[in-house]
């Protein structure tokens, strides 16, 4: 069964290699990128793209990894009262079993 994951991972990998590829050949032509404050150099169109799909996954990363610490947290915090419950729980059966002795 893992070497199947493998298999279809490298396939998908492999089509989004060969998409990319292709994409980047068709869109040769270059072109300035006026931001309104600056105007970049000309460069093909694929390389725009590429580069801002590259800065908004960034972008989207950074901005999820609040969101990502804060339950990161919360994880940690729910594992420390699960342990706390846990000795609390192993306290009381011991007692209990001393009682019924």
Do not use: C
């Amino acid at each position: 069964m893992r070497w199947l994951k493998g298999l279809i991972l490298a396939i998908i990998l492999l089509g989004v290699l060969l998409i990319g590829i292709l994409f980047a050949v068709n869109n040769q032509q270059t072109l300035p990128l006026n931001l309104i404050w600056i105007e970049l150099p000309a460069v093909s169109l694929s390389v725009w793209l590429l580069a801002s799909l590259t800065v908004g996954v960034l972008l989207g990363m950074l901005a999820m990894s609040g969101v990502y610490l804060r339950l990161r947290t919360l994880l940690t915090r729910a594992q420390r009262h699960n342990q706390q419950q846990r000795k609390e729980l192993d306290r009381l059966r011991v007692q209990e079993m001393k009682e019924l002795s």
